[in-house]
């Protein structure tokens, strides 16, 4: 008997525990959506650099090259760049998000990154 009520005991403070996960979690996917949207309404970019052509003898083809507290920081776009951007030189503003993956064949500077929100300066 003390097993059986041990067991029930057990399972009650599982499904209790299980529902304040899931209202928090909604609650905490709920801020995530309003803060998207918020996000989404604003496509200004906040990084500024420059499209260079500059490792293509190297078989890289674009990157983007910005200072980020006085280092140059090497970009390459994951998705190759709209030719109106791609353009050796053009200053653009933008937003990006680095990824984990394997540079592409040729590129031995830089990281892989999602580039958004792009723009000319």
Do not use: Q, W
């Not at 403070?13 to 998207?36: D, E, F, I, Q, Y």
């Not at 200072?67 to 760049?81: F, Q, R, Y």
């Amino acid at each position: 008997m003390k097993k059986y009520i041990f067991l029930l005991l057990v399972s009650v403070m599982a499904v209790t525990a299980c529902k304040s996960k899931k209202s928090t979690s909604s609650s905490a996917s709920s801020t995530s959506s309003t803060t998207g949207t918020a996000s989404m309404a604003t496509a200004a970019g906040t990084t500024t650099g420059k499209v260079s052509h500059k490792y293509r003898s190297a078989g890289c083809s674009t990157v983007i090259v910005f200072m980020k507290d006085g280092t140059e920081v090497t970009l390459i776009p994951k998705d190759k760049l709209a030719s109106e951007y791609d353009m050796d030189g053009l200053e653009i503003t933008f937003n990006y998000h680095p990824l984990k993956m394997p540079n592409p064949a040729g590129c031995t500077v830089g990281m892989p990154a999602e580039i958004t929100d792009l723009s000319k300066k």
